[in-house]
């Protein structure tokens, strides 16, 4: 607890950070993150540590306060964690809220004609378009894929021996993106694994570079370092995945209905828009295979890192996982995720605490008001998971890790515009039931099957980057449970 205690009282530099034992802790315990300075921090020292670490920006006020304005150089940002201002900047006047050019800007690159990024009349037909390939129909069928990705990792993790000491954070990475592959690509990727992986993950590190030039809304004409390796990195990896789609196209063209593979891939290739039948472009095609790579990948990815760290530091809870998970993989594949209803409450608090979109940016169009803050046109609006979830006007001991807050008995009281780890509203991820079925199903398979503990020596600490990850991954011991 001592520990804990010191973390969160200290600077937010690098120096404070926790070094955590694999020992129990109580109810109260509180994970690590920054604590939140009493001053706002000046321009300097905030352009430095928007680039370090932009979660460390927070001070206390925005985790007391609805609205916050804060004056950029370039703009006017409202950090908005009112749930009522919520509603009415994500969903009631959505349309005068468009996603920001700083949003645009990381994302003008091969996803530019996918459903993350496409804007106006373009969304509308690509969302519904899009709409039953993520069906609750739909995503319960791959239930039978995430399972299948837990019993490859667990039988590589088995051949690792009765301990080992493995990096949790890029474990996850490796499950997450073989789900995608089953899911999208059933019938496999002709270039290889290890060349995909290693063409995706160069992609990921160079849109991961953007810097605090995109953060404060610096104009376009400013230049911004390592766009031209991005661009190369962009080619190599589309070109992959081009091939991929012509070869799915020509089998397509040539198989039966029912010998088709079935997965987003296909789907893909196959939806049509209800209202005028009109399929998707190459480009569009393309671009939705790599949104649904790269949003749906580290997301997922860091909710089963961090949930394994949390219940590293509460064994009643993973107890409580692993009790539910023996009784309930015994079951079907279908309905599974339903049913594992203490597994999926630690994936929702891991989602609140550590939310891996930590912020959400939109762009006013036009003149409005929130309650009595007037909000002028081209005004930056921030709504942040991250602090909305430790909100101090919202949540009971927000700070604390308590997975009983979203247990069945409990759930109905998350007032609905205060915990928003998927957003809300129009442009509400597309992939939320796929990524709660994954994590839960993930967890639960490889909990009942091993034992994790954190390794004494582990730094653990939130990096805002993108995502939300543990910024020096989850060094852990694994060990195969008896009879599991
Ligand atoms: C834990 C995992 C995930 C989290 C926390 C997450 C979070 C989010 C959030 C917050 C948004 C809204 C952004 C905004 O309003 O500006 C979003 C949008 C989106 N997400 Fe996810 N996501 C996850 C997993 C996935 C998966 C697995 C997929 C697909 C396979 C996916 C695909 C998308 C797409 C396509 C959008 C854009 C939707 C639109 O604009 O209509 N996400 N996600």
Redesign the pocket.
Known sequence: MFLYSIAFSDTLLPVSMLRISGSEVAESFRPPAPSPPEERLRLFKLLATLKQNPLECWSAEFFRKPIAKVRLPFTDAFLVHDPASIKRV?VDNADNYR?DPI?RRILATGLAD???SVEGKR?EV??RT?APL?ARRTVTAFAEAMLTAADTLAERWRRLGPQANVDVAAEMRLITLNV?SLTIFSDGIRVGYDEFRTAMDAYFAVIGRFGALDLLGAPKFVPRPGRRRLRRTMVYFEGVIDEIIETRRRRLASLPDGERADD?LTLLLCARDPSTGRSMSFAEVRS?IL??LS??HE??AN?LAWSFFLLSQSPRWRARVQEEAERELKGLADGLADRLVVTKAVIEET?RLY???AA???MADKADALGSVEIKPRSLIVVA?YVLHRHQLLWDRPDVFDPSRFMPEARSAVPRFAY????I????????S???Q??TIVLAALVQRFDTELLPEAKVWPLQKITLRPAFGLPMRVRPRENA
């Not at 509203?425 to 939320?432: D, E, L, S, V, Y």
Request: hydrophobic fraction near 50%; include cysteine.
């Open positions: 994500l996603k949003q996918g459903l993350l969304w690509q969302r899009l993520f995608l987003l939705n949104t649904f949003a749906g997301t997922t909710t989602l939310p891996p979109i959400l940016s939109r998971p928003l780890p998927f957003g509203g129009p442009r509400i991820c597309i992939g939320a796929f990524a709660l994954e994590a």
